[in-house]
T-cell receptor, first 113, second 113 residues
Framework: DADVTQTPRNRITKTGKRIMLECSQTKGHDRMYWYRQDPGLGLRLIYYSFDVKDINKGEISDGYSVSRQAQAKFSLSLESAIPNQTALYFC????????????FGEGSRLTVL | AQSVTQLDSQVPVFEEAPVELRCNYSSSVSVYLFWYVQYPNQGLQLLLKYLSGSTLVKGINGFEAEFNKSQTSFHLRKPSVHISDTAEYFCAVSLSGYSTLTFGKGTMLLVSP
């Protein structure tokens, strides 16, 4: 089984719908992240959490919210999806003593029609 | 804040030829540097990292990178590529274990027979 698991792996939805992407990890890491990947733009940070009570905005947090339900679970929500949120979303984890090295899930591909 | 520039969006190369993927960063303080690879329809995995010590870093699959502080560069090299190296490669930087990772826009390596 994967150390960082994302669900769903693929989702097609309509404009205005609420969507939740979930991430769970078995690595025991304190830190969790949500990134968005768009062709030609690389990965951009949406939100991150350094422990259960810590939530921080990243570079592109508008239109998104997160919840850290437990050390092992970090979910990303789109309250009202719009087409330009169509992208590949990655969850990642890290520990503090490895320079920020990230361990990624396999991604969730979201299409908003 | 730190930033990363990957100078080539696409690098076509023939099998068994050498390749260099270029990465430059900007930061006024010491950095940690990473190269990640993303194979088609997969998540990102770590190729190699520079935290401290020797400026020549060896990674998986025969890749290596050299940290050049004066040039603020961390170019990735492989002396002989294989078809299976076809993937997107991302350079990333962090300022410390307590900062987040910033990614470049990626370089697609296309290896042909």
């Amino acid at each position: 089984d994967a150390d960082v698991t994302q669900t769903p792996r693929n989702r097609i939805t309509k404009t205005g719908k609420r969507i939740m992407l979930e991430c769970s990890q078995t690595k025991g890491h304190d830190r969790m992240y949500w990134y968005r990947q768009d062709p030609g733009l690389g990965l951009r940070l949406i939100y991150y959490s350094f422990d259960v009570k810590d939530i921080n905005k990243g570079e592109i947090s508008d239109g998104y919210s997160v919840s850290r339900q437990a050390q092992a679970k970090f979910s990303l929500s789109l309250e009202s999806a719009i087409p330009n949120q169509t992208a590949l979303y990655f969850c990642a984890t890290s520990v503090g003593d490895r320079g920020g090295e990230l361990f990624f899930g396999e991604g969730s591909r979201l299409t908003v029609l | 804040a730190q930033s990363v520039t990957q100078l080539d969006s696409q690098v076509p190369v023939f099998e068994e030829a050498p390749v260099e993927l270029r990465c430059n960063y900007s930061s006024s303080v010491s950095v940690y540097l990473f190269w990640y690879v993303q194979y088609p329809n997969q998540g990102l995995q770590l190729l190699l990292k520079y935290l401290s010590g020797s400026t020549l870093v060896k990674g998986i699959n025969g890749f290596e990178a050299e940290f050049n502080k004066s040039q603020t560069s961390f170019h990735l090299r492989k002396p002989s590529v294989h078809i299976s190296d076809t993937a997107e490669y991302f350079c990333a930087v962090s300022l410390s274990g307590y900062s987040t990772l910033t990614f470049g826009k990626g370089t697609m390596l296309l290896v042909s027979p």
